[in-house]
């Protein structure tokens, strides 16, 4: 499974943006995908993922409401709609493809495949 991650980029704090996950190869094989961030200095963490049957979601609380994940089966692609944003949230977002079941989906472990991360800056 090869993903690209894409739509970073500038922004003023309260503007938006989208990112793009597009998925490559082994499709079939993925169980869901996640976004997860990492800003200067800090630990990787969890933004949210949704699963590629079903269409169920999970956010980390302190992006509910603000950020959206959605996707796209047709164009194998996974979607980040990020409103309202901070510059807290500057940050490399990544995208993770996950195929094993009953590994948390809150957690990097839980992902096997990752993209190259794209830039969100947020300027105050």
């Known amino acids: 499974v090869q993903l690209q991650a894409s739509g970073g980029g500038l922004v003023q704090a309260g503007g938006s943006l989208r990112l793009d996950c597009a998925a490559s190869g082994r499709i079939f094989d993925v169980y869901g995908v996640g976004w997860f961030r990492q800003a200067p200095g800090k630990e990787r963490e969890f933004v949210a993922a949704?699963?590629?049957?079903?269409?169920?979601?999970y956010y980390a609380d302190s992006m509910k409401g603000r950020f959206t994940i959605s996707g796209d089966s047709a164009k194998k692609t996974v979607y980040l709609q990020m409103n309202s944003l901070k510059p807290d949230d500057t940050a490399v977002y990544y995208c993770?493809?996950?195929?094993?079941?009953?590994?948390?989906?809150?957690?990097?472990?839980?992902?096997?495949?990752w993209g190259q991360g794209t830039q969100v800056t947020v300027s105050s």
């Open positions: 993770a493809a996950k195929t094993r079941y009953g590994v948390s989906w809150y957690l990097e472990a839980g992902y096997e495949y």
């Open positions: 949704i699963t590629r049957v079903i269409d169920r979601k």
